[in-house]
């Protein structure tokens, strides 16, 4: 009597064959994000300003191809897009972080780049990456949730924080049949957020885990997670998805 083998189901990775950008890659939610976009079998292309440091994420994941720029240099920007092979299938712009201050002690030219910045820096990567992709494909923008609360001491950044959701489905449209998507992240633990907390960090993180309804701090893990899904699931266009472990509510 012969027993009957156990078929072996294998799952195929579900970016495999497509071709992730990461604007901002070589550090945080961006290089986490190229990490788990690697193991789904994308290649990946990363950029960032500090050439050192993107190198060595670069070799770290795997990455296709790096390029060392600052993405405010439109003319470095369009140059990257011009250079690179199509077809690409995903971008993500996770460059640039918030800026924090009273309103009165902001300047006009500081008050136009913090409304701005994520903005135009999103409206440029799409201009210049929407003859490389392949319908389908998702550009992926990076927001937050902290903000949204009007509190003193946050200047315009709340401002800044509630154009992002109406700017993404504006873009969709027109971009469609790509796809643009927004995450909105509340605090996450990187090392942008240990820049701005410096020695307050140990006692930001113990505040979370006592107080987030999920009883632990989100890294960057968490947010690559939800990235990747947004790009494989091609219903998804013109939405913001909220990840912050449910502090917004506390």
């Known amino acids: 009597m012969t027993s009957a083998s156990t078929p072996v189901h294998t799952r195929t990775p579900e970016l495999l064959g497509q071709t992730v950008v990461v604007i901002g890659g070589s550090a945080g939610i961006g290089l986490e994000t190229a990490r788990r976009a690697r193991t789904e079998g994308a290649e990946v ?20 191809d790096s ?30 972080g918030p800026q ?26 799409a201009r210049n990456a929407a003859s490389k992709m392949r319908p389908g494909g998702t550009l992926l923008l990076m927001g937050g949730t902290g903000a949204r609360h009007v509190r003193r001491g946050l200047g315009i950044v709340s401002a800044a924080t509630a154009a992002l959701p109406p700017f993404t489905a504006a873009l969709a449209l027109e971009l469609a ?12 633990d990187t ?12 006692q930001r993180r113990d505040e979370l885990r006592s107080t987030l309804p999920i009883g632990r701090v989100v890294g960057p893990a968490d947010v690559a997670a939800l990235a990747v899904h947004i790009m494989t699931n091609t219903a998804l266009t013109g939405a913001t998805y909220d990840i912050d472990g449910g502090q917004q509510f506390t």
């Open 67 to 96: 390029a060392a720029f600052d993405v405010n240099d439109s003319a470095a920007l369009k140059s990257f897009f011009q250079d690179l092979p199509a077809p690409i299938d995903h971008v993500m712009v996770t460059a640039g």
């Open 191 to 202: 090392p942008l957020s240990a820049a701005l907390l410096g020695d307050r960090l140990d």
């Open 177 to 188: 049949p790509v796809r643009v998507n927004l995450i909105a992240a509340g605090f996450v």
């Open 100 to 125: 924090y201050g009273p309103l009165l002690e902001m300047d006009a030219a500081q008050v136009r780049d913090i409304l701005s910045d994520h903005v135009v820096v999103a409206l440029e990567v």
């Open 45 to 64: 292309i990363l950029t960032g300003r500090n050439r050192d440091r993107l190198e060595h994420a670069a070799t770290e994941v795997g990455a296709k």
